[in-house]
C-alpha cells in the first residue's frame, strides 16, 4: 500500500486509524469495522477485482477525441496551479487516463472498480474512509455522468476537501452513451452551476468545450454506424457516397469554422457545448447550515 494512503486511511466509522493490521484484512480496534487488503489494495466496495467497466486505453495530451484533449489540457492547468505539496485525490480514476498530469504528486486514485490502477476501491458516496478536510484538490474527470446518487457523492467531497481547496470536474454535454449501462446524466450548465451551491461550492470557473466540427463527426459516424448498416445493398451504398461527398464538403469549411474551442456559456452562446469544465472551491469559513 502507498505510504501516503496507510498515513490518512481511517476506519469510516469512528474515524480512527485502523489499529490492527494484517496482511489481507485491517481491523478498527474502536468498533471492529473490518476492511479487506487485496494486493496491498483496501476494497470498501462489493464490486469484484474481475469487474471490469471498460477497456483500459492509451491516454495523453494529444490522444483521443478533442474533448478527451480539451480534458487533458484543462487538468494540467488546474493541477499545476496547485502548490507542490497539495493533496491530490482522483475520483472515479479507472485506469488512471490522467495519471499522467499525477507523476510526482502527493496523489492518490480511488475507483468503485478495483481496476489495477487504483490505490483504493471505495464508493466515496456511502463509505469514506478519509477524515473531513483532508485533501487540498478532488478530481472527477468524465464521472458524474456515472454515478447515480450524486448527491451523497457531492457531500462526501465537500466534506473530504479543505477549506480553500478545490474541486476540479470534466463532465459531457453533448456525449453519447458509454460505458453502459454505467451511464446515468447529461447536465446542463444551469444544473451544475445549482448542484455547487446547493453543496456549498463556490464556483471559480464554468467553461464549456465547443466543437462544430466534431459535432457534425459524431452525427456523421452515427449514420455511418448505426443507421447504414440497417439499409438495403445498393441504398446503403448510395447513401455512403452521398456521406462521403457531405465530409468533403465539410473538409472545405474547416479552415473558417476552425477549431473546437473552450469559453463560458455565458459568452458563447451556443446550447450545443460537447461537455463542460469546472473548477469548485470550498470557502474557507464555510458554514454548514
Ligand atoms: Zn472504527
Excluded at 474533448?67 to 480514476?93: M, Y
Excluded at 502527493?106 to 466515496?124: K, T
Excluded at 456525449?175 to 454505467?182: E, G, T
Aim: with cysteine.
Amino acid at each position: 500500500m502507498k505510504e501516503l494512503l496507510s498515513s490518512i486511511l481511517v476506519c469510516p466509522n469512528c474515524k480512527k486509524p485502523f489499529s490492527i493490521k494484517e496482511e489481507t484484512i485491517w481491523r478498527c480496534g474502536q468498533d471492529g469495522y473490518e476492511v479487506r487488503i487485496h494486493e496491498g489494495k483496501p476494497i470498501f466496495t462489493s464490486m469484484p477485482e474481475t469487474a471490469h467497466v471498460y477497456e483500459k486505453v492509451e491516454r495523453g495530451p494529444e490522444q483521443g477525441t478533442p474533448w478527451r484533449q480539451a480534458n487533458w489540457k484543462f487538468l494540467q492547468n488546474q493541477v499545476s496551479g496547485q502548490d507542490k505539496e497539495a493533496l491530490i485525490l482522483d475520483v472515479g480514476s479507472g485506469h488512471g487516463d490522467f495519471a499522467q498530469i499525477f507523476a510526482n504528486r502527493n496523489y492518490l486514485s480511488v475507483d468503485i472498480v478495483p481496476y489495477p490502477e487504483v490505490d483504493l476501491a471505495c464508493d466515496l458516496g456511502e463509505v469514506v474512509p478519509f477524515k473531513e478536510n483532508t485533501f487540498d484538490l478532488l478530481v472527477l474527470m468524465n464521472v458524474l455522468e456515472h454515478v447515480y446518487h450524486f448527491h451523497q457523492l457531492l457531500d462526501s467531497l465537500f466534506y473530504l476537501l479543505k477549506p480553500g481547496g478545490s474541486l476540479v470536474i470534466a463532465v459531457p454535454f453533448m456525449i453519447k452513451v458509454h460505458q453502459a449501462p454505467f451511464d446515468f446524466y447529461r447536465y446542463t450548465h444551469y444544473t451544475l452551476q445549482d448542484l455547487a451551491k446547493e453543496h456549498g461550492f463556490e464556483v471559480e470557473l464554468l467553461e464549456g468545450y465547443y466543437d462544430p466540427i466534431f459535432f457534425v463527426g459524431e452525427g456523421m459516424r452515427n449514420l455511418k454506424f448505426w443507421v447504414l448498416p440497417k439499409l438495403s445493398r445498393p441504398i446503403r451504398w448510395f447513401a455512403r457516397g452521398i456521406l462521403i461527398f457531405i465530409e468533403g464538403l465539410i473538409n472545405l469549411l474547416k479552415p473558417f469554422i476552425g477549431k473546437g474551442f473552450v469559453k463560458s456559456p455565458d459568452l458563447a452562446k451556443n446550447p450545443a457545448a460537447i461537455g463542460y469544465h469546472l473548477m469548485l472551491r470550498k470557502r474557507v469559513n464555510s458554514v454548514v447550515e
